[in-house]
């Protein structure tokens, strides 16, 4: 294949892969709304979880978006150094969302600052966002897809915590977040943490957090037992879905850290509502993929 | 007028305050008839600038939200996507909203506080939650879309007249008593949350 069919190619794959994350959920959400709904038992709750299941199922049997709101779509690239299209694959993410825009359809969420008008293209300056990881002496790519709606990015949140302050102002720094703008995100929520040395490693962190697949947790022994401590904890204020009261308020929380400056703890906060839309896909040099989020999919 | 089905309670619009009068916070009803799409910029014109609203919402609903339309032919168009937005924006116009429109059930996401429950309790309305994020279920509720206004503003604010059938679940969040169930969920949440920092705390003290 030549660079340009190449390109092509990827292109209309991303945007298939993209306009299908907006359909359906990845298996892990599904398989924790599952296990959630099961262990509610108020009549509001359960109301709310049957809705989800049945909008859900009409969302594929419609080959409609499930949530009106898209968000704004955001990339975690880890790309090998030697992946063929290594150049152009900023520029192909771009085209890609432009063209899930008008196929899928996705609502039109890149709003220009300060010019302050909607492109009614899904792309902007600087939007779909594209963090890059490179990965030297490898042939393939690795891409996470997700889509960020603005009542889960609103609870989003970052600062730098003096010491003193410790691991108990990261405490409440998060459960704060979880009370005052966490019962609007649509709960139940997935909960990234980041702990680093400035606002933005600890921000960066906490949303490449809500990558990581539910269930999974962190490496260090401490951070893993944070995590668990911080689940219990929000799913003990009895938010519950939609903020409406319920035994369980979080699907899981994740904690991503570094190292920091003795003076300084920063720490940030991010979710993911119960409509997480995120999709994992990893390409070889000649474009064969592997799907990891959603069992069945085919582009 | 309310009516039961299938162990359903649904309030079929035009809706009385008489109608109102046995639903509570926490219940969960349903709504056939008239409901149209209103949110911030509607609510403006209507309380800022005194503009009377060219569809009559009286003892009808309103939903808090920006819908994606497919045009058809004849002007007429299909509900493709709807989901509720956050109510909280509109909170500063309700009071006065309800008073002039005389609108009865009010549709959103989250929830409001004083103004709105308020205007619940002075005029007889209620606002209730329809479960976010479940766009499919909301659409196919819409049997059909009536009428259009104010359509110089744009798809998601323009005033979209649908008659739905058993729209919902909707958990009231307000009712015409003026009781506000996430005001009072709070209070429990917030109680709860200090508990837990204090628990957390104790455990997490890695700072030696
Ligand atoms: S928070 Fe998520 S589920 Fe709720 S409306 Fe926004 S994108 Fe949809």
Known sequence: MNKEAMVQKMTDMMAKFVGFTGKKLPDDVIAKLEELRAKEDSPLAKVIYDTMFRNQELAVKLDRPSCQDTGVLQFWVKCGTGFPLINELEGLLKDAVVKATFATPLRHNSVETFDEYNTGKNVGKGTPTVWWDIVPNWDGCEIYTYMAGGGCTLPGNATVLMPGEGYEGVTKFVLDRMTSYGLNACPPLLVGVGVATSVETAALLSKKALMRPIGSHSENERAAKMEKLLEDGINAIGIGPQGMGGKYTVMGVHIENTARHPSAIGVAVNVGCWSHRRGHIIFDKDLNYTITTHTGCEL | ?208
């Open chain 2, 1 to 208: 007028m309310v009516t039961y089905q299938d162990g359903k309670k649904i309030l079929v619009t035009p809706i009385s305050a008489e109608d109102l009068k046995d639903i509570h916070i926490g219940d969960i009803i349903y709504l056939s008839g008239s409901l149209t799409t209103c949110r911030d910029v509607a609510h403006r014109r209507v309380v800022e600038e005194g503009r009377e609203i060219p569809v009559d919402v009286r003892n009808n609903a309103i939903l808090h939200a920006g819908p994606i339309i497919r045009p058809l032919e004849n002007d007429k168009f299909e509900m493709v996507s709807v989901g509720p937005t956050t109510s909280m924006r509109m909170e500063k116009f309700e009071y006065e909203f309800v008073k002039t429109t005389g609108v009865r059930v009010i549709v959103g996401k989250g929830g409001m506080k004083e103004n709105t429950a308020n205007a619940c309790r002075d005029f007889g309305c209620i606002h209730c939650v329809i479960p976010a994020g479940n766009a499919v279920v909301a659409a196919c509720c819409v049997e059909e879309i009536e009428c259009a206004e104010w359509r110089d503003l744009g798809m998601p604010e323009t005033l979209w007249n649908c008659r739905v059938k058993e729209f919902g679940p909707l958990i009231v969040s307000i009712d015409a008593e003026g009781r506000n169930y996430f005001e009072e969920k709070k209070i429990e949440y917030n109680e709860r949350k200090e508990a837990q920092i204090a628990k957390i705390s104790a455990q997490v003290g890695f700072i030696k």
